[in-house]
């Protein structure tokens, strides 16, 4: 994998695949191995993907000082890739936790973002908030599923404050279209790829200056996709609409039947619909 160097020196992997105009992919977790983005669904296919392992996970070095993979400080590892690439302006794409990456990025460099993609995206960087009856009605819509029952109770115990690690893992096939063997071998390697002690650190205090942050974004001129899942309460399609009204050139997009991880549900449908945005 290629590497470059941080702002502090931190060396940083990255990798690439496909062929055609760069897409700058930033994974989620938060921080978490970006082997479990794959090809987006094919959609290298299409486009270059430079695809980053943060600062501590996958190939990329720890750093020296912990505190700086806090969010606010990552933005500069995403400059650094920039620049690194010799590019003026990219197109960016960051899925779940790494959208508060990429919302801060475009919030603070706006001029150096020519397209922005928010796959299933948290919202902590805007400071929006999902409550625990969106979710549980969001849920709702899998109440067919064999597994409900077990995933449902799991998940009231966490909206009502008395979460186990036992619940956390009960409600993963809420995250997934479909809860089949290719997304129980993507959740058990999820366990296995996430740096806990960076995840700790990520949105810690400082990390997220929602007030500043909307009326950067308030300003953003570059077109801006929200893909969203129809059944993901990580990301809920109602929340997601209030997120697209922060900018100014915006647009989402709902794929049906999808999760959190909407390129596994329907690979075709995913990559066809970023490669439409980004023209």
């Known amino acids: 994998m290629p590497i470059f160097s941080a702002f502090d020196g931190t060396r940083l992997a990255y990798r690439v695949t496909g062929e055609g105009r760069p897409l700058i992919c930033l994974p989620g977790g938060p921080m978490q191995d970006s082997a479990y983005l794959g090809d987006l669904g094919g959609l290298a296919a ?42 003026d302006r990219v197109e960016l794409l960051g899925h779940s936790a790494g959208a508060n990456l990429a919302v801060s990025y475009a919030a603070r460099h706006p001029g150096t973002v020519a397209r ?10 805007v400071g929006l908030t999902i409550d625990g009856e969106l979710r549980r009605e969001t849920a709702l819509l899998r109440k067919d599923e064999p597994w409900f029952p077990t995933a449902f109770e799991a998940l009231q115990e966490i909206t009502s404050g008395r979460a186990t690690e036992e619940s956390w893992r009960a409600i993963s096939p809420f995250f997934y279209g479909r809860w089949d063997d290719r997304a129980r071998a993507h959740q058990a390697a999820a366990d296995q790829q996430k740096n806990h002690e960076a995840a700790a650190v990520f949105g810690a205090q400082g990390a997220f200056d929602p007030d500043a942050t909307r009326a950067a974004l308030a300003a953003f001129e570059a077109p801006v996709l929200l893909l969203g899942g129809e059944v993901d309460m990580a990301a809920p399609p109602r929340t997601l609409a209030e997120f697209a ?33 980004l023209g």
Do not use: K, N
């Not at 922005?116 to 960087?125: G, I, M």
């Not at 100014?248 to 066809?272: I, K, M, Y």
């Open 46 to 87: 299409d486009r270059q993907l430079v695809i980053l392992d943060l600062r501590g996970t996958g190939r990329s070095a720890a750093p020296r000082d912990p505190a700086s993979y806090r969010c606010d400080r990552l933005v500069d590892d995403v400059s650094a890739l920039r620049e690194h690439l010799g590019l």
């Open 116 to 125: 922005l993609v928010l796959a299933t995206p948290s919202v902590f960087a």
């Open 245 to 277: 009204r922060l900018f100014p050139h915006a647009e989402l997009t709902v794929q049906p039947g999808a999760g959190h991880f909407p390129w596994l549900d329907d690979p075709d449908a995913f990559a066809s619909t970023i490669t439409a945005f």
